[in-house]
């Protein structure tokens, strides 16, 4: 069983930057790969980045990529995104989720979802 709680969200103009963290409990986040969904809303929940264990390979939705940079610090037991160069359509609420063994992070492999943090971005 893992516990995560994301935190970091908030309000930012277009073109700012915020960090958000995933913090796990109950188990160790070293055995998993973990990673960064959102869902605006009306819309479907969507991958934005993953990040390996153990190899921390990072992968990032083409929407993402090189704005965003996932990170993980397995001695605090957490994930990070770092956000850079927020847009508009970035505005949703992210969900931090894991998977285990050699999975990819898709939503169909997910074994933990947190509970979200909203993330709003305005023009």
């Known amino acids: 069983q893992v516990q995560l709680v994301e935190s970091g969200g908030g309000l930012v103009q277009a073109g700012g930057s915020l960090r958000l963290s995933c913090a796990a409990s109950?188990?160790?986040?070293?055995?998993?790969?973990v990673g960064w969904f959102r869902q605006a809303p009306g819309k479907e929940r969507v991958f934005v980045a993953s990040?390996?264990?153990?190899?921390?390979?990072?992968r990032y939705a083409d929407s993402v990529k090189g704005r965003f940079t996932i990170s993980r610090d397995d001695a605090k037991n957490t994930v990070y995104l770092e956000m850079n160069s927020l847009k508009p359509e970035d505005t949703a609420v992210y969900y931090c989720?894991?998977?285990?063994?050699?999975?990819?992070?898709?939503?169909?492999?997910?074994?933990?979802w947190g509970q979200g943090t909203q993330v709003t971005v305005s023009s």
């Open positions: 109950g188990r160790t986040l070293s055995t998993y790969t």
């Open positions: 989720a894991t998977t285990a063994g050699f999975a990819l992070l898709v939503i169909s492999n997910v074994d933990y």
């Open positions: 990040i390996r264990r153990y190899s921390a390979i990072p």
